[in-house]
């Protein structure tokens, strides 16, 4: 059990920009809860301070740090045609001070499976009007019997922050509280007029088959019945030298000559992975199925958006879709080679800007709204990536161990809650030796299949 032992409200130590400012098209995409993380630090014997020194200090950086980051002091507004809008009213964010009654050995491995792990991150009651739900929000804990062991749970608003500038965020901040600067590369840009459909107009229009319906069941007309079904999530550790035999099964027949570059790490895996789902749902060889991913375009977009750039800026993107039979029989490069054009197509500068421009039309933002549910709801209309198909994502080019707020870097980073569709996220290991991570949420009933084909490398 957690007890909060302080809350406090942190707004930035200077006077800040206020008013209304616009979200992008890329940030009205995306559900309005909060992303969540979990950072877990075993009791560093090394370090001079204790766990409420911590706390001031992260209390002061924090205020220190929302001076660049101000947005996130704000609150998110509806418009007009259910859009959402950004209130820089300097209400604050929050951060909340805990004690844990379990040692860090009782969460076991701290898997989202386990309900206990929610107790370590806020705690945000949605039932309040949005204009008073805080955009940041984190929660220090410390475990019972464990020196100055300790987590830290986040939550950033998903229309504020894609990833990559979440971690951005959170990697800045923890610089900050062990006393380190910031240098003028590490500052967000703030400015998301930089990337909307107004602003980078589309010349082309493309038929985007992301937005439209994935296959369903042979046999079915809807997919409720999937949606139904529980899933669950585990780790799944592939060594450097199992990531190097995938790349190498994924690049049979490759020379030096070939015009295309080899298969990439996040190809070979993601083709693994979709194909062992394919395998362990034991569907019919002519099932149809395709895989979604999303794709950081801060550098796909022309003029490139600054690498600093703070907000969502991602493409969403599906495969061809394609026969189980076929991701199956064929080579691992079959279902590489479609991810990878998948991949491609949201690389062209005019299909992003296409994409934009549908999603900036009332009917595209009708359609993706409707895509989203809320807990226990199951509607037919709904894009489901679940059974048959699969949700595939990369964090590999993500520093997500870097959160050394004066503690060393994080022993544990990982997502506190389970997809309610089958979701296979590549990561980085914390060895940093070349290993991955496959963080991988999928239906119980077929989940003892799924591993079972995917050490068959």
């Known amino acids: 059990m957690v007890s909060i032992k302080a809350s406090y409200v942190i707004t930035p130590k200077e006077e800040t920009p206020k008013g209304f400012f616009c979200l992008s098209e890329s940030d009205q995409m995306w559900r309005w809860s909060h992303s969540t993380t979990l950072y877990v630090y075993n009791d560093n014997n090394n370090v001079n301070v204790n766990v409420n020194e911590l706390v001031q200090r992260m209390r002061d950086s924090l205020s220190q740090i929302l001076v660049h980051y101000y947005p996130l002091c704000g609150r998110l507004n509806w418009t007009q045609g259910s859009r959402l809008k950004m209130d820089c009213n300097g209400k604050g964010a929050m951060l909340y001070e805990a004690e844990s009654t379990k040692s860090m050995a009782e969460y076991g491995d701290f898997s989202p499976n386990d309900d206990a792990i929610k107790e370590l991150i806020p705690n945000i009651d949605y039932s309040q009007p949005i204009e008073d739900i805080p955009l940041l929000l984190a929660q220090v804990t410390k475990f019972h019997g464990d020196g100055n062991a300790i987590a830290i749970g986040t939550a950033i608003s998903h229309p504020m922050s894609d990833g990559v500038s979440g971690i951005h965020f959170i990697n800045s901040w923890a610089k900050l509280t062990r006393g380190d600067a910031l240098g003028p590369h590490e500052l967000p840009f703030l400015d998301r007029m930089l990337f909307t459909a107004s602003s980078l107009p589309s010349l082309r229009r493309f038929d985007h088959p992301e937005f439209k319906p994935p296959p369903l069941v042979l046999g079915r007309t809807d997919n409720i019945e999937e949606q139904k079904k529980k899933t669950m999530f585990t780790s799944l550790k592939l060594t450097a030298e199992q990531v190097q035999k995938l790349k190498q099964k994924a690049n049979i027949g490759y020379s030096d000559e070939s015009k295309e570059r080899p298969y990439s790490r996040f190809e070979a895996i993601g083709a693994h992975i979709w194909r062992c789902a394919c395998m362990a749902r034991e569907h019919d060889k002519n099932q149809p199925t395709l895989a979604k991913t999303v794709v950081d375009v801060r550098n796909k977009v022309n003029p490139p958006l600054p690498k600093n750039y703070f907000g969502n800026a991602l493409a969403s993107t599906v495969t061809s879709i394609c026969c189980v039979g076929d991701i199956i029989s064929e080579p691992l490069s079959y279902a590489a080679k479609r991810l990878r054009e998948a991949v491609e197509?949201?690389?062209?500068?005019?299909?992003?800007?296409?994409?934009?421009?549908f999603?900036?039309?009332?009917?595209?933002?009708?359609?993706?709204?409707t895509q989203f549910l809320e807990k226990g709801e199951y509607r037919a209309n709904v894009s489901f990536y679940g059974n048959p198909n699969i949700f595939l994502g990369s964090w590999t080019r993500m520093p997500i161990y870097e959160a050394d707020f004066g503690w060393g870097k994080p022993d544990y980073f990982g997502p506190t809650?389970?997809?309610?569709?089958?979701?296979?996220?590549v990561a980085p290991s914390s060895d940093g030796d070349g290993s991955v991570v496959v963080l991988l949420n999928f239906q119980i009933q077929h989940m003892k299949n799924f591993i079972k084909h995917f050490w068959d490398i």
């Open 345 to 357: 197509r949201v690389s062209n500068d005019e299909y992003i800007r296409s994409q934009m421009e």
């Open 359 to 369: 999603v900036a039309q009332q009917e595209g933002m009708d359609k993706i709204r």
């Open 417 to 425: 809650g389970v997809s309610p569709f089958d979701l296979g996220i």
